[in-house]
Antibody, heavy 121, light 111 residues
């Protein structure tokens, strides 16, 4: 059974870059059957998809965040990472990494526990 | 404001049946994209509950069921139990926004 675990700083200063890593265990991130995504959830609010990568090397990003987001992968460590630049208080949220299943409307079948990132000086 | 609209809250007594609606538009649910449902107990990560409109992952009780019609979908929970108290989210794809979208979430209270 695949497991995902987020890691990274819990506090980021405004205008700086938020960087998180997701470590995958119990399955290879290089499997062609899945996509790997980041999703966030501000306190007391709903879920927002940020972006994903797939093993052929492609990435998709939310249009609203595309100019600030980069998702990269380190297959040797079975990890993928999120970089979000020029952060503001509005980027404060719990960030989840998740495995995405390809379907007519792709969905998320496995999630990390989430990590809270606060943007504050 | 979410692309998929859910009621903020629903409630029911133990043993009762409740439904949660998810209303979309012609660029998401109405365009034929499937709907998926997640259960989130406060303080924990979302858990996949229903995929492809009406399919349950292994381990999800058959008390949970989903349906889809037109531009809307619904999640039904029968035989309500205290452990069902959680937030529920629907999810689909929106072709106009070119992004995967979630509903705003519905808080289920078991009275």
């Amino acid at each position: 059974q695949v497991q995902l675990q987020e890691s990274g700083p819990g506090l980021v200063k405004p205008s700086q870059t938020l960087s998180l890593t997701c470590t995958v265990s119990g399955g290879s991130i290089s499997s062609g059957s899945y996509y790997w995504s980041w999703i966030r959830q501000p306190a007391g609010k709903g879920l927002e998809w940020i972006g994903r990568f797939y093993t052929s090397g492609g990435t998709n990003y939310s249009p609203s965040l595309k100019s600030r987001v980069t998702i990269s992968v380190d297959t040797s460590k079975n990890q993928f990472s999120l970089n979000l630049t020029s952060v503001t208080a509005a980027d404060t949220a719990v960030y989840y990494c998740a495995r995405m299943i390809a379907a007519r409307s792709d969905y998320f079948d496995s999630w990390g526990q989430g990590t809270l990132v606060t943007v504050s000086s | 404001q979410s692309v998929l609209t859910q009621p903020p809250s629903v409630s029911g007594a133990p043993g009762q049946r409740v439904t949660i609606s998810c209303t979309g538009s012609s660029s998401n649910i109405g365009a034929g994209y499937d709907v998926h449902w997640y259960q989130q107990v406060p303080g924990t990560a979302p858990k996949l509950l229903i995929y492809d409109n009406n399919n349950r992952p292994s381990g999800v009780p058959d008390r949970f069921s989903g349906s889809k019609s037109g531009t809307s979908a619904s999640l039904a929970i029968t035989g309500l139990q205290a452990e069902d108290e959680a937030d529920y989210y629907c999810q689909s794809f929106d072709s106009s926004l070119s992004t995967w979208v979630f509903g705003g979430g519905t808080k289920l209270t078991v009275l």
